[in-house]
């Protein structure tokens, strides 16, 4: 089975994954990703992606798609093929959700440009360079709030308040077209604690009626 934790940035996610590996791990092989994938040559790439003004939205778009092909079949695929649990800190939501942004102005709206962006993840599916996840939990937050806690971090080019409120319109929006299989938790009023022991219930009852 193929999860994923998606949400806007600084949210704790990754976080979130590393302890809901530690406390599944005690029943289930479980594989933890992250995207962009934490594998070479991308963990080198990451910041010179994400970072890089120079390089054009398109650009990073597709870098960011090669990325992503590459994890999946290095990665989870074959952990699927083992019958392992695999939690994905990101994948392909995050790319619709922030690609949107980055891309809606070269490509005519957020309608267009999801439509292009869907068109090529469903042909990378159809030949089996993908796989869509079987359930992905999206945490709602406060942009304003989280992009303060980000400034410690390494900047992106995804770190303004104004982008960040973008990116979760767009995952709402991604959400609401996928309603079976995105899970929405509002995270706003939640410690990681309490993320952490809601998302885990909600997978050990997922996994135990699949």
């Excluded at 005690?26 to 994938?37: A, F, G, K, Q």
């Excluded at 939205?57 to 290095?74: C, E, H």
């Excluded at 709206?109 to 359930?135: F, H, K, Y």
Aim: aromatic share 6%.
């Amino acid at each position: 089975m193929f999860l994923t934790i998606e949400g806007i940035d600084n949210l704790g996610k990754t976080t979130i994954c590393k302890r809901l590996v530690q406390n599944l791990s005690r029943e289930y092989t479980i594989r933890l990703v992250s995207d962009p994938p934490s594998i070479e040559p991308w963990s080198s790439l990451r910041q010179v992606i994400l970072s890089r003004r120079d390089i054009t939205s398109p650009a990073r778009a597709f870098a960011l798609l090669a990325a992503r092909i590459d994890s999946y079949i290095r990665v989870i695929k074959p952990a699927l093929r083992k019958g392992q649990l695999v939690l994905g800190d990101r994948f392909i939501d995050s790319w619709f959700a922030y690609q949107t942004t980055s891309l809606a102005n070269h490509l005519g709206g957020w309608q267009r440009t999801m439509e292009l962006l869907e068109s090529i993840n469903q042909s990378c599916v159809n030949a089996g360079l993908l796989e869509m996840p079987d359930r992905t939990y999206l945490l709602l937050g406060n942009p304003n709030v989280t992009v303060k806690w980000g400034r410690n971090k390494k900047r992106s080019v995804y770190d303004e308040v104004k982008i960040q409120r973008s990116v979760q319109r767009n995952y709402v929006r991604v959400a609401t077209r996928s309603a079976r299989r995105v899970d929405l938790i509002d995270a706003r009023k939640c410690t990681i604690a309490e993320l952490v022991q809601i998302i885990e219930g909600k997978i050990r009852s997922l996994v135990r009626t699949a």
